[in-house]
């Protein structure tokens, strides 16, 4: 009898442990961030992270207050959004060993006309924090970024 407890435990044990494939779980997120770029650059980048963001996300953006909460973050962003072209490229991703929480870093650049008409450019890197929702998707949960040199 003891013995059948036991291995009913064991059993137990073995069949919640969660496995993840981490590796597939990262290239799931590496796409989804791209995904998110490309529809900033198609639709604008309010509408983007509108779409992309979690309910409760946060957005550290660089040299001003927190926001939070993603109809703050889109609110803040729509009003503009017609005014410059936000693309970014995802350059690494990691995923936690129960595949839940993951993070995105790469390389942004924004795209604007300055007062004159002539096409500026300006660059930066960001770091993602990501959630995988009930659904099996991925949203942003943190956004954060700031200005670098030119590559």
């Given amino acids: 009898m003891r013995c059948l407890y036991i291995y009913f435990l064991l ?35 309010a509408e983007a992270f509108n779409q992309f963001l979690t309910d409760d996300a946060l957005q550290l953006p660089a040299r001003r207050n927190p926001i939070e909460g993603r109809i703050n973050i889109y609110d803040n962003m729509k009003e503009n959004q017609d005014k410059y072209t936000l693309n970014w490229s995802p350059k690494y991703a990691e995923v936690s060993k129960l595949g839940e929480l993951g993070y995105t870093w790469g390389t942004y ?10 096409e500026q450019k300006s660059y930066g890197k960001y770091l993602n924090i990501w959630k995988k929702q009930k659904d099996g998707s991925w949203k942003v949960a943190v956004d954060m970024g700031n200005e670098s040199p030119e590559p």
């Fill in 11 to 45: 059993m137990l044990t073995v069949a919640c442990k969660v496995t993840v494939d981490t590796e597939t779980e990262k290239e799931k997120l590496i796409q989804t961030d791209r995904d998110f770029a490309i529809l900033s650059v198609e639709k604008g980048a």
């Fill in 109 to 118: 650049t924004v795209t604007y006309s300055d007062e004159a008409g002539v």
